[in-house]
């Protein structure tokens, strides 16, 4: 190698262009695929499509047994992976490829040899550049290059990045580009940054913008583009208004000659060879790559300054068109092509043959890596679609989408579906995207969108072996993003070589995406009347008295609709029943029969030998459930299919995962397969019955959570195999966007939102009225001789309403007339705070029937909740704080002399609550019509109260004569004009609309899910939910508001245990609860230990911060967190920050009193002999592809003997540990450290963040809590303290978990309200009361937290009264029995102490209910 002569550098500014601007570089830059190309290369579309051409008569196309099914060759046998890949090093990586397959040393023969080293995204430029360097080192007389090169994963390995470091102390030029992983990014800048000055150049593509800083050629260098006297960066800011930065930059490679004119000579040439440098390196093909190298050697390596070299200019290919694998070259105009294409010869259609347009990234048909592209070509061919595949060389795919799928004459849609092949978001790639700009242009199309993925930074190989699936980078950017826009089915569909870094085809994938895409599109020419539909319902717990399961939903009220609607499109609905009860009626056949027995009604009988030919998959369930039958959904011979046709709608019912009765495979730390029953079910869809599409009813069914990878399926994963081909519309509850992005992700989903029932104040009623009452009468009378008697009336009521509990002041042993009027007005002021908190809480009431909105009414307590909290972002100040602001005080200071008790501050509070109320029912009531309902129309009236000052007020007359009447005008407007806004999105209902279009093909809308008061942007439903970017959260408002739960947490804990600190604090993180609050709880486990979460360049949180034990004022707090196993799936790199902020925290040498994280650790270390990073492991959750830890299952199926057994459950399924420093392995078993972990925990916690869910809600609350479990492992066998966060409401609450179940009880399970309301709903509100007891009776055999009155007031409610008896019995026996069942194993297990009279009773009930099931009669 010569030895290089340093050139000495001129000076230069450090200045930068500001990071925010540079930020969108990457994404943008790429768009330009030629500086001064204003005309095309004909020559090179030519050249370039013979290449293509060839590329598709030697195609790849792999066919791997995509799935976990054992090695996949001996191991004796040693093949060419095992040669490049290192078993040992960067052991639990997402790659262990060896760098060194793309290292070229030549044969120098005398001449000149340049050293180059690359770093880059992707591999599409290995097989590329390799070809361009050995034809250069073959035939080149002058130069010869050595070149190393590496993908920015592969220096996750500390090995890699060693290497790295040696190349760069000895190459002449440094390339990088698309380096955007922050942590990467951060190590290429680390290695650079020192021996930048003695490379003689370094060239940066589009990446982070510390890394744009390196670039350096010449006297050229990007901080030029700041410096504030620089030629360029003037130019810069005379373009920056339209567009920003980026634009500018753009504009700046494309007008080259007007801004070179303004520099000196020799700046000049070295900004124009930066912008060459960019064109041939977007040009891509080994020619444009030769000639970039001999360029950039000629320029600036020393040696080879006075040689004489011929290059080229760059070679330009078309910013967007249209290629094809076989195309003799590449297409600007959709006519010409369908010329060429119509007329092929290899190749013929039908004439109605679908079309579909297929989305390439430009990048891999230049560099010549577009086997994958041809693969997918030829399996849609095959199958006799005809495609359109378009290229854009940015990443605003809009455009050519715009220009080639439209029919250029009917200007209609000319495709049937897209199928997206980049994996991005269609506008913008990994740094910005514009969301509504795709929207709108996909809107325009309005056919299905699927968004397909690549796997960029695994081998095929290393995927297989992964039970991750996809790399979690790629989730973010390539699965999450693309579901902003509405994408679909993110099935991987390429792989890469681990050798040449060349992309191929996975023959089953493509083959599975083909088939889907297809069916897809037939939707879009199908006449309805022909077109099949399965209505799948869920059946959960397995009883007949569950069949119709769904969150919030009136399934079968909602399906009547549904049919009803469809009839109206010109489905063939069959003999439809004429009413919801017959409907129930056929589908359960006798509503009274149980579960297991044929009486629910069997559609489809199939045989053991049609089951074995037809599933394919059948024998990989032996191994858990034995050969078909089975006893599950079965009659011994034939596989049992539970439903009803009517003419081509089939309404099925899923089975269950049937080991919910078992408590042997309860504790298996794996979930089992599905078993025969239900594989038959969706063979008997695709197969048997044909289904054109299948509608999943309801939050949610089994489908999604079957083992398999947990993003990325392969053909081996179940929910893929259950699937098939079916086209997949899920109804999803708007609030539950995790488990709907599963669904999605999963099972191929298109989730579709439905309201949850409207929300009204929870009220007060029997005692709770009375003591409501009697505060009124002490604050009149207070100061009168009356005032003492009257708080012993109030202590005696509140004892009886068991409220005593709440409020530790109330002691009836004293009386009144003996306490001075401070204390009397503490104990009315409590007692007054607690009524105010139960009558004010939210309850949904009712079940939701799709379709139908609520009424005027309804819609009041839900829009003065989303008056109640401050936007900062629409600039909007809430209602509570513009009404304490006219009397001259701030909400804040209020609630906190509210949660103190003070009597004036609670009544004030109460009145401002009241004036809201007021106000917003005022405004409501001008919008509704004669019936009550909300009327679209109405709001057309409501514009005339937005405008000038002098109009009507949108509140009217609310506020005449009271306190607030001279409230802020201009700040209510402004908070009434959301409000109407918020009340046009309620009443703009599109549930059946939605399901119709995704019926007909066409694209769905998409739109967030999440709760409504906190973002109401989740209105209108029948949306196809998506979750947010994972990589944005948490926000700064979610650590502000993360940060007063975790003091307020801490310092009640301190408080109650006489100033001691807790040492640990066990907690939960819930995939949606994190994406309603943008990562409230994420924050909070940072803020116990002391860590702050922090943006990098691009905004994106990856990055931490040490917060010093002096601002943090307190002990770093160790946690032990459990994370859902939807968590898991959706926030991988989530998990990765916090083991990096735990580790983070106890590697910090300071005193052990402080850190306790640190003291555990270091216990741990020695106790169990691990280093202090594999001892500070804390983020647990359950193996990949398995959920929850079946707690819920045994309670819910009373299968389980003692506590100690729910205990093993939660042990052997949430002992899964993720390790930041090997993030490849996936969730490891990490039994002993979780055992250790927990046995120092003081305090276990869990956040309530939203009206609708509560802890007896649902059962994943207490299926996730360890208390009982901390107490069973702490060595001194002592109860941890447990707290449940409340910031359901503007005014952030810590209770007690004793307190949030009392008061979770008194609000919906006791109150008449509550169950009136789900009472109406008949058979299904009977098993959601139901399912309220069962949960209450879980946090008893978890926590011991429920107290005995809550049993024994349900009783009152529920089992004493016969005429209540009667209407559970009518509306759904199954439930009531089961009901029954609940009370009498409360009293069984030690939970609830009551009467012998009581016991007795409810014996008596449960052989009435059992006999009228049995059709016994007496």
Known sequence: RVRRTRRKTRTQKNVMASTSALAGVFNNLAVSAGARATKTNVVAKKAFSARAGAGKRNLTIVNVATGPR?????????????????????????????????????????????????????????????????????????????????????????????????????????????????ELAEKVVEIVTPLRDQLDACLIFPSMPAVMRLNKLGTFSMAQLGQSKSAIASFMKKKKESGGFEEGMLKL???????????????????????????????????????????????????????????????????????????????????????????????????DAPVVGIVLQRSHLVTGDEGHYSGMVAELEARGAKVVPVFAGGLDFSIPVERFFFDPITKNAFVDTVLSLTGFALVGGPARQDHPKAIDSLKKLNVPYMVTVPLSFQTTEEWVDSTLGLHPVQVALQVALPELDGGLEPIIFSGRDSKTGKSHTIQDRAAQIAGRALKWAALRKKKNAQKKLAITVFSFPPDKGNVGTAAYLNVFGSIYRVLQGLKKEGYDIGDCPGNEEELINSVLNDKEAKFASPDLNVEYRMPVKEYEKLCLYQEDLHENWGPPPGNLNSDGQNMLIYGKKFGNIFIGVQPTFGYEGDPMRLLFSKSASPHHGFAAYYTYLEKIFNADAVLHFGTHGSLEFMPGKQVGMSGDCYPDHLIGNIPNIYYYAANNPSEATIAKRRSYA????????????????????????????????????????????????????????????????????????????????????????????????????????????????????????DREDEEITALPQILAQVIGRDIESIYRANDAGILDEVQLLQDITEASR???????????????????????????????????????????????????????????????????????????????????????????????????KVLPTGKNIHALDPQAIPTSAAIASAKVVVDRLIERQRVEQNGVYP??????????????????????????????????????????ELISLEELGRPRIDVVVNCSGVFRDLFVNQMNLLDRAVKLAAEQDEPLEMNFVRKHALEQAEELGLSLREAATRIFSNASGSYSSNV??????????????????????????????????????????????????????????????????????????????????????????????????????????SETVRLDSRTKLLNPKWYEGMLASGYEGTREIQKRLNNTLGWSATSGQVDNWVYEDANDVYMKDPEMQKRLMESNPNSFRKMVANFLEANGRGYWETSEENIDRLRKLYMEVEDKIEGVNN
């Open 70 to 182: 054992g090695p996949l060759k001996k191991k004796s046998e040693s093949s060419e992976e095992d040669k490049i890949e290192s078993a040992t090093e960067g052991k639990g990586l997402f790659t262990n490829v060896d760098p060194s397959v793309r290292r070229i040393i030549p044969d120098a023969k005398g001449r000149v040899v340049v050293k180059v080293v690359y770093v880059v995204l992707e591999s599409q430029y290995q097989s590329s550049l390799s070809a361009a360097v050995n034809n250069l080192n073959a035939t080149n007389p002058k130069v010869c290059f050595e070149v190393s090169g590496y993908l920015l994963e592969e220096l996750r390995n500390p090995k890699n990045l060693a290497m790295l470091k040696a190349d760069v102390e000895t190459a002449n030029v440094f390339i990088g580009s698309l380096i955007f992983i922050e």
């Open 253 to 351: 490679v494309r007008t080259l000659p007007k801004v070179l004119k303004y520099l000196p000579s020799d700046k000049a040439q070295d900004a124009r060879n930066f912008m060459n440098s960019l064109q041939y390196w977007l040009g891509g093909s080994s020619e444009n790559l030769e000639n970039f190298l001999l360029m950039i050697s000629k320029a600036y390596v020393p040696a080879l300054a006075n040689y004489d070299m011929e290059i080229a200019e760059p070679v330009t290919f078309p910013d967007i068109g249209i290629w094809h694998p076989t195309a003799p070259t590449m297409y600007e105009d959709l006519k010409e092509y369908l010329n060429w294409y119509d007329t092929r010869k290899d190749m013929k259609f039908a004439k």
């Open 918 to 1016: 007021v106000m917003v029912g005022e405004f409501v009531s001008k919008a509704s019509d004669p019936s009550g309902r909300l009327a679209a129309n109405a709001l057309g009236g409501l514009g005339a109260m937005f405008g000038g000052a002098n109009l009507a007020l949108p509140w009217g007359d609310a506020l005449k004569g009271s306190k607030f009447e001279n409230v802020d005008v201009a700040a209510c407007r402004k908070l009434f004009g959301y409000l109407r806004f918020c009340l046009e999105q309620i009443v703009t209902d599109n549930e059946l609309g939605a399901l119709t279009e995704a019926l007909e093909g066409q694209y769905v809308l998409p739109g967030p899910g999440g709760d409504p008061i906190r973002n109401p």
């Open 1192 to 1297: 819920n299952l045994a309670v819910e199926n009373s299968s389980w003997n003692d506590e100690s057994q729910l205990q093993d459950m939660y042990l052997n399924r949430k002992s899964f540990a993720f390790n930041s420093d090997s993030p490849g392995s996936g969730m490891e078993t990490k039994s002993a450290i979780f055992k250790s972990a927990l046995s120092k925990v003081d305090v276990t916690f869990q956040n309530l963040d939203s009206s609708e869910i509560s802890l007896t809600d649902v059962s994943h609350y207490f299926d996730s809590d360890p208390t009982k479990l901390v107490a069973s492992v702490r060595k001194d066998g002592k109860m941890p303290s447990s707290f449940i966060a409340d910031t359901t409401t503007a005014n952030a609450q810590v209770r007690s978990l």
């Open 750 to 869: 298109n989730t579709i939102s439905y309201l949850t029932p409207p929300a009204e104040n929870a009220g007060l009623y029997k005692g709770l009225k009375e003591l409501k009452e009697l505060i009124a009468s002490y604050q009149g009378l207070k100061d009168s001789g009356r005032g003492p008697s009257i708080v012993n009336s109030i202590m005696t009521t509140a004892m009886t309403c068991n409220l005593d509990k709440d409020v530790k002041e109330i002691d009836i042993n004293i009386d009144a007339k003996d306490m001075d009027s401070d204390t009397r007005n503490l104990i009315v002021g409590k007692v007054y705070g607690k009524l105010m908190e139960i009558e004010s809480r939210l309850l949904p009431c009712g079940l939701h029937i799709v379709g139908c909105p609520p009424s005027a009414e309804e819609a009041v307590a839900t829009l003065v909740n989303i008056a109640g909290i």
């Open 1063 to 1104: 040492e640990s604090i066990a907690l939960v993180l819930w995939g949606t609860d994190n994406i309603k609050t943008y990562g409230e709880s994420l924050a909070q486990v940072m803020l116990m230990v002391g860590v702050r979460p922090m943006p990098d360049a691009l905004g994106r949180v990856n990055k931490l």
